[in-house]
């Protein structure tokens, strides 16, 4: 399974950006998939994740201004991100997994099997 992700870009504080993940080569479906970002000098963290049957969870920090939604049928998933803050400034990696884990377990990097190249995203003050 590759993922690759699109999206990523400079926005100023307060604007948006829609990030976007496919996946191929897959032959299998892909249960849980799930946005991470890495910001400079910092560990990889947790952002949204969607398992299927519509479930959602995200980080206490991007609630209500983040959304995250998926193409079932294409093993797509997307990353509407509002009110862009600073603090947003990462590199947003997508993963999946072929499973359907529970919702605490959907924010664990160790969760996931497949994961995308990363893509940045800037916001400016």
């Known amino acids: 399974v590759q993922l690759q992700a699109f999206g990523g870009g400079v926005v100023q504080a307060g604007g948006s950006l829609r990030l976007s993940c496919a996946a191929s080569g897959q032959t299998v ?22 398992r299927s049957g519509g479930i959602t969870t995200y980080v206490d920090s991007v609630k209500g201004r983040f959304t995250i ?3 079932n049928t294409e093993n797509t998933v997307y990353l509407q991100m509002n009110s862009l803050k600073p ?7 997508c993963a999946a997994s072929p499973k359907s884990w529970i919702i605490s377990a959907m924010g664990s990097t160790e969760g996931y099997d497949h994961w995308g190249q990363g893509t940045l995203v800037t916001v400016s003050s």
């Open 87 to 93: 603090e947003d400034t990462a590199v947003y990696f």
């Open 29 to 50: 479906r892909l249960s849980t998939m799930g946005w991470f970002r890495q910001a400079p000098g910092k560990e990889r963290e947790f952002v949204a994740a969607t």
């Open 69 to 71: 939604s998926r193409l």
